[in-house]
């Protein structure tokens, strides 16, 4: 299972990136796929989560209106699309996939994580 995340950058205030997730080795179209970050001398967090059938998009209150999740499992790509984003949406930024896919309310994943990891984009956004 590997996962690789794209589309980081350094941003103004207001804003907007679009953060891809592509998957390969394994069967995309049977995984959930989260979105996380970690800021600078925080805990990571889940922020964004969607179904294997992409028709339960979660988000948590504080990127809610602002960040759209989207996934195609005919191209096996996720996307973030941030808009209005704000000196506080700086961090690393992960996606990550999990085949409970479920088994577990969002939730659950942005608590206990899951089970596998792309590599992180940056995100930076300056005031």
């Known amino acids: 299972v590997q996962l690789q995340a794209c589309g980081g950058g350094l941003v103004q205030a207001g804003g907007s990136l679009t953060l891809s997730c592509v998957g390969s080795?394994?069967?995309?179209?049977?995984?959930?796929i989260g979105w996380f970050r970690q800021a600078p001398g925080k805990e990571r967090e889940g922020i964004s989560y969607i179904n294997s059938w992409g028709d339960k998009p979660y988000y948590v209150d504080s990127v809610k209106g602002r960040f759209t999740i989207e996934r195609d499992n005919a191209r096996k790509t996720a996307w973030l699309l941030m808009n209005n984003l704000k000196p506080e949406d700086t961090a690393i930024y992960y996606c990550?996939?999990?085949?409970?896919?479920?088994?577990?309310?969002?939730?659950?994943?942005?608590?206990?994580?899951?089970?596998?990891w792309g590599k992180g984009t940056q995100v930076t956004v300056s005031s």
């Open positions: 990550a996939t999990d085949p409970r896919d479920r088994y577990y309310e969002p939730t659950w994943y942005f608590k206990n994580g899951m089970d596998y």
């Open positions: 080795g394994f069967n995309f179209d049977d995984y959930a």
